[in-house]
């Protein structure tokens, strides 16, 4: 029996009720020292369902030229908080990325969420002087003038 505190994988949080568990209840699918592939996500990139898949399955392919399979993808990311539902159209591109992947938290002094909406060096401005140009500038300008937050987030995709 093992006792710790889980992760929600859906909000990328530590859940503050330990719990405990039986190993034999669950199968090991990643352990420190597992391989993984970093995922980069490009700033111009198009992170719709058809060009995500296509991106990923190109990588297996380069990967595999290279002799470095791994079934495990990893990412760290602002665009990996759910927070993007809130501030986003839930069923658009940037949450059906989030989605993809089973989440975890990432600690940070700042999270970069702020300055890759608003541009560089936005963590400078006061939050009343940031930009109002789209929908999500607006949206995330509101959270955090109402006090919300917003993190950098982790996640990992297992391909069978």
């Known amino acids: 029996m093992r006792s710790g505190n889980p992760v929600d994988i859906t909000r990328g949080i ?3 009720e330990p719990i405990t568990i039986a190993r034999d209840d669950y199968d090991l699918i990643l352990a420190p020292g597992t391989p993984t592939t970093s995922v980069h ?14 991106s990923f399955a190109e990588a297996a392919q380069l990967l595999a030229r290279l002799g470095r399979q791994t079934s495990t993808l990893f990412c760290e990311s602002w665009l990996l908080d759910p927070t993007l539902e809130l501030l986003s159209s839930p069923e658009g591109n940037l949450c059906s990325f989030m989605r993809r992947f089973a989440k975890f938290p990432v600690a940070s002094v700042r999270p970069m969420m702020v300055e890759r909406v608003f541009g560089w060096g936005a963590n400078n401005f006061k939050t009343s002087d940031l930009p109002e140009r789209t929908s999500l500038q607006r949206n995330l300008k509101q ?10 987030v982790g996640g990992v995709i297992v391909i069978p």
Do not use: H, K
């Open 14 to 16: 530590i859940l503050a």
């Open 41 to 54: 996500i490009p700033e111009d990139g198009s992170l719709s369902p058809e060009a995500v898949d296509a």
């Open 143 to 152: 959270r955090l003038m109402a006090g919300g937050d917003v993190y950098d």
